[in-house]
């Protein structure tokens, strides 16, 4: 199953992350720098986000979308905020009015239906950018105990993450030498083996018991939600091993 939570659950998971990440940016002001994406400051962030939001809804309503010039209008927006919870509007929208048959592309390995597909994907991407905002109000990247992310989400995400995003063929995860990384959250009785090689990484789901995890090259253990941020390179530095810091992370 690629998922195990709902529409419903997701949708709620991003009306969660919206709220936060409308109260750091606020706090932080929009020219904070964001310690997690350091290239950007919290007007970049609210742009690249409220692009993707934008994005998104194009795809399930069958319309082409331009991402730059969409970044664009939110970099000029004068009320950059609003700018922002307006492009979540428009996403969830277009979620709620699309067919459960709706034909829209979805760009991840073993993706869900489409309709499940950008509802979860939206609901972790704009999790993890509410986090970048939530660093920059801080000054430094949160502990998963600061955040407002619970478990059950931060499971989906990790999951997401190993099983969607990084056995891609433009995955960047990637060693001469083959190696083993068992992901083992604390939380729940789920874990993931993430095979690295020359190739695309290849992920499996099994059991916190199965004892290949405990044979693995690299061990990355903790609670669900500091694991999920760790994985998504929004904790401190040598919070991962540096394979997975340099090689794991995720672009357009």
Known sequence: MPTTLSV???LEGLREALV??????D???LRAGVPTTPDWNVRNLIAHQGM????AAGNLRGLSSDPEALEREGQTSIDPVEWLRDGAIDFVTALTQAPETVGAPVFLHDAPGPRQFWARRQCHETTIHAVDAMAA???RAPSGEETWIGPALALDGIDELVRGFLPRPKSTLRSDEPVTIAVRPDEGERAWLVSVSPEPAVTEEVSVADTRCAAADIQLTGGAVSLYLQLWNRAAAHAVPELWRERSRIVW
């Open 8 to 10: 419903t659950e997701h």
């Open 20 to 25: 936060s990440f409308v109260r750091y940016a």
């Open 27 to 29: 706090r932080a002001g």
């Open 52 to 55: 993707v939001h934008r994005w």
């Open 137 to 139: 109000a801080l000054g």
